[in-house]
């Protein structure tokens, strides 16, 4: 079935970085879009970035253009969100997630905590 293992999230001061990884299992990894969202306190889930299988074409939230680098290593089946001049607004749950044939699996969470 689908797994993944996402990790890298911690506590951070403003202006530090993170680098988060998603360990996919299940399914074909380099044949699909990967897509990572964030879900803050008390507000709903929101897309951060998606990038394409073979890893040229990105998308990013126009809240994190210029900070977060979203990649993909298709022979480590992983996922990867280099965050970089985080702010408290960045504090979240951040998922990872996949769409087969319709339905949508997503990883347990690694939470992002950004404070002083």
């Known amino acids: 079935q689908v797994q993944f293992v996402e990790s890298g999230g911690g506590l951070v001061p403003p202006g530090g970085s993170l680098r988060l990884s998603c360990t996919a299992s299940?399914?074909?990894?380099?044949?699909?879009t990967m897509w990572w969202y964030r879900q803050p306190p008390g507000k709903e889930r929101e897309l951060v970035a998606?990038?394409?299988?073979?890893?040229?074409?990105?998308n990013y939230a126009d809240s994190v253009k210029g900070r977060f680098t979203i990649s993909r290593d298709n022979a480590k089946n992983t996922l990867y969100l280099e965050m970089n001049s985080l702010k408290p607004e960045d504090t979240a749950m951040y998922f990872c997630?996949?769409?087969?044939?319709?339905?949508?699996?997503w990883g347990q969470g690694t939470q992002v905590t950004v404070s002083s």
């Open positions: 299940g399914f074909t990894f380099s044949s699909y």
């Open positions: 997630n996949v769409i087969l044939f319709g339905k949508t699996y």
């Open positions: 998606n990038i394409y299988p073979a890893g040229g074409d990105t």
